[in-house]
């Protein structure tokens, strides 16, 4: 799946998109974003790299983040709501995770979560234990974000 195919799908249905990402820190929009026409379907991205700003910019409950850290299925559920609501776009995608080289709060080095908001009840979230060095490991979450994203609209057709 690529980021050309995202766009086409946006656009044939009249969607919108807007990422909110911590571990690939704006890469995932930046990759649709090449995408020639990427403007209209692009409403724009929250980079939340830090913990903190999950909370403040887009919304995650702090007591949640307090309790189970950055690295947990309802704060990627809320980041993702948090991306749709405040860029006003009609599909949400969220990306949190560890990249590496070390582990993070006892999550080990791959774990990623990723999740889709369409506005529905039905959000989609993807536990992903990828493997590779840090780079290689963003680059994956990118693409299975993309893959996550044309499966939201494949639903709603």
């Known amino acids: 799946m690529t980021a050309q195919d995202v766009v086409r799908r946006l656009a044939a249905h009249g969607a919108t998109l807007a990422t909110c990402e911590s571990l690939t820190a704006g890469l995932l929009a930046a990759t649709v974003a090449a995408v020639p026409g990427a403007?209209?379907?692009l409403r724009g991205g929250l980079i939340t790299y830090g913990t903190d700003l999950k909370a403040s910019l887009a919304g995650v409950d702090e007591s949640l983040l307090r309790?189970?850290?950055p690295v947990h299925p309802e704060v990627v559920r809320q980041m993702a709501a948090g991306a749709r609501a405040r860029c006003a776009a009609t599909i949400g995608v969220a990306c949190t995770g560890v990249a590496g080289p070390d582990s993070q709060d006892g999550h080990p080095v791959g774990r990623v979560l990723i999740?889709?908001?369409d506005g529905t009840e039905?959000?989609?979230v993807r536990e992903l234990a990828l493997e590779g060095d840090r780079e290689r490991i963003?680059?994956?979450t990118v693409e299975e974000s993309l893959s996550l994203v044309l499966r939201a609209l494949q639903r709603s057709t």
Request: charged content about 25%.
């Open 122 to 124: 039905a959000v989609a």
């Open 115 to 117: 999740a889709v908001d």
């Open 39 to 41: 403007s209209a379907v």
């Open 67 to 69: 309790e189970h850290g």
């Open 138 to 140: 963003r680059r994956s």
